[in-house]
């Protein structure tokens, strides 16, 4: 029998606080309960639901399919050499990953004061599997679902330390947009969107059909957030399966950049001119490259056609980015914007970096003046997301 000496490290001391911390870009692990007595009662028999399979693991089932808490995607606090590519069960996991109270918990032992949630395997970082659900009534009554139970048991509970963060419905422009709208009037701050929606089938970010929602997002000052990944990894090519998770790690940036590219030439900051996006998870060593390159084509190469202001420009002013650490280039911050960049921690992910972020932040940016710390670390969080400080912010001024 496995024991939990088994598959976790010692529980770890709390941390010393030396800067103040929002991360985000986190993620919840949807648990067993989600949706009980959240949809209508005609619906509720086809709510996803946690089921066993063959092997023992613990497996979402929904509209014919199965979706998995794949390795990797809820790790914090296991024993390395106990992690593979494979479902897990819940008692598998640290409880952090899932529960919110425990959730609060991690937060104070790695010393973070706020966190932003993204959602897990079943809802898709996006919420693009509730969204291509095949019946759309259902997929809809999910997604409202699934923002009631975040509303609910999730942010609710410790306001201050969580930032809410929604999924919308994306098959529906106008049903997203009013999702969008119903959220925001109790105080959702943010909603995960597909970074390429291309990929998944949808129209392109360059087609009207985003207007709706992304005006709701605009009127309502709901961020955007544009989480690496949620349209997929991209093409790999034949013959990589032995390192294809490394390899699409590795991507991560350019992914992102892919993305933001896409997002800023597409021109909504130009018709909304105070929307507000946010990369999350891929990192800034290629943003000071890109505004580089903007600046080139408007300049030199007379490519940038007849925007009233400079790409560059409109980065900066609608365009956040998110750090692990960046130790190599993080002292590029001046050329993308102190104020354009946050940090994260990505709990519960292989990527993350607790319980010791403290260290982690210390160690790579220990030589950033404290006013830049400060503002890297939660002051621009803070501003993005309409989201509580403490009363004592690190490092002192």
Known sequence: MTTDDDLFLPEPEPRAVRATVISVDDHLVEPPDMFEGRLPARLADRAPRVVENEWGHQVWSFDGATYSQVGMNAVAGRRPETVKVEPFRFDQMRRGCWDVDARVHDMDLNGVWASLCF???????CGRVFSQCSDPELGLAVTRAWNDWMHDAWWQPHPDRIIPLGITFLTDPEAGAAEIRRNAERGFRTVTLPERPHRLGLPSIFEPYWEPILRACAE?????????????????PDGCWDVAVPLSAT??????LTACVE????????????????????????????????????DRSGYAGD?????ADVLRRNFWFCTLDDPSTIDTRHTIGVENIMVEVDYPHGDGTWPDSQDVIAT???????????????????????????????PAR
């Open 119 to 125: 959602p897990s395997m079943i809802t898709g970082f």
């Open 307 to 311: 925007w009233d202001l400079r790409p």
């Open 220 to 236: 309502t000052d709901t961020v955007v957030s544009l989480h690496v990944g949620s349209s997929g990894l991209g093409d790999l």
């Open 364 to 394: 790579t940016w220990g030589h950033l003046p404290p006013d830049e710390l400060r503002a890297i670390c939660c002051e621009n969080a803070a501003a993005l997301y309409r989201h509580p400080l403490p009363d004592v912010v690190l």
């Open 263 to 298: 997002w800023l030439w597409a021109g909504w900051a130009l018709r909304f001119p105070e929307l507000k996006i946010a990369m999350s998870e891929g990192g800034i060593g290629w943003v000071a490259m890109l505004i580089d390159r903007l600046d080139n084509i408007v």
């Open 251 to 256: 991507l991560f940036g350019q992914l992102s």
